[in-house]
């Protein structure tokens, strides 16, 4: 049976590192906050805030929410919108849900973030920060939270050969590149490549982030291998949230493997509360 590599944990230990800083902060009269940009009121974006919002009500990070009706959403508007919370010293990080409605500009929108409050890399000067290693802007939350699980757990990265199965700017190709800084090499492959299975064998972890439910199955691993499933896709046959990992036959055949739910998702908001943190600190650097 394999180790679950739970999030819970992983969250739980991402904060009490941050709740100190926080408090720091607060004493150098530095609140960190979080300013969440929403159009409209899609569930998933409310699921996401809800969680979000608890995690800094958690750690005493401030949160407001600026809701933005969709049917009278414009790019000028959203563009307005992005550039006063540039303009506001006392937010720190500014997260937006994305997509954006059709006939919004959505690149547009993004560049008008400065990179210096864009906690969850949606411009193009944090892709920058996430290609060359540097402190430009924030990584990708999740990628970031796959990271953080795998070194929770005590999972060599240095010198292990990793396949990444999923190539988005969101995940596949930022942790990608954050698993090579980590001295990992890395094999990307995606729902096109030849003879996937064999990829992913070979390798010594496995992240999967195609965005397709159960693309990694029994046949696709071997034993002593760790799997992290990033995926979320809802299995309406069997009424549940499932992965992108066919957890019931992969789970008997590998060293570890993260559950969905329970597994990266929870460790998400812990990341984007570090990252609002990490931003309001450097604002005193």
């Avoid at 937006?96 to 409605?101: N, S």
């Avoid at 540097?134 to 999740?142: E, I, L, S, V």
Wanted: net charge negative.
């Amino acid at each position: 049976m394999a180790e679950l590599l739970l999030g819970l944990p992983v969250a739980k230990a991402i904060n009490e590192r941050l709740l100190p800083r926080v408090e720091a902060l607060r004493a150098a009269g530095a609140a960190p906050r979080l300013a969440i940009v929403r159009v409209g009121a899609r569930e998933d974006d409310l699921s996401y805030e809800r969680g979000a919002l608890k995690r800094c009500s958690s750690l005493g990070i401030e949160a407001e929410v600026h809701e933005v009706d969709a049917a009278s959403a414009t790019t000028e508007t959203l563009v307005e919108a992005i550039e006063g919370l540039n303009a506001r010293a006392d937010v720190h990080g500014v997260l937006m849900f994305r997509p954006l409605p059709r006939g919004i500009d959505e690149a547009a929108v993004c560049d008008a973030l400065d990179p210096a409050k864009d906690v969850d890399c949606l411009t193009r000067g944090s892709l920058y920060g996430v290609l060359a290693n540097k402190p430009c802007g924030f990584a990708p939350c999740t990628a970031e939270a796959v990271i953080e699980l795998l070194d929770h757990y005590g999972v060599e990265l240095d010198g292990a050969n990793v396949c990444v199965v999923g190539r988005s700017l969101v995940i596949g190709k930022p942790v990608s590149l954050m698993l090579q800084a980590r001295n990992a090499t890395v094999t990307m492959c995606h729902t096109h490549t030849r003879d996937l299975a064999a990829a992913c064998r070979a390798a010594d972890v496995v992240v999967a982030a195609a965005g397709h439910a159960r693309t990694i199955g029994a046949d696709a691993v071997r034993s002593g291998q760790v799997i992290v499933d990033v995926g979320i896709n809802w299995d309406a046959a069997a009424g549940k949230l499932v992965g992108d990992v066919d957890f019931e036959s992969v789970e008997p055949e590998v060293a570890a493997v993260t559950p969905v739910p329970r597994g990266v998702g929870s460790v998400t908001t812990a990341v984007l509360a570090k990252h609002v943190v990490e931003a309001a600190e450097r604002t005193l650097a």
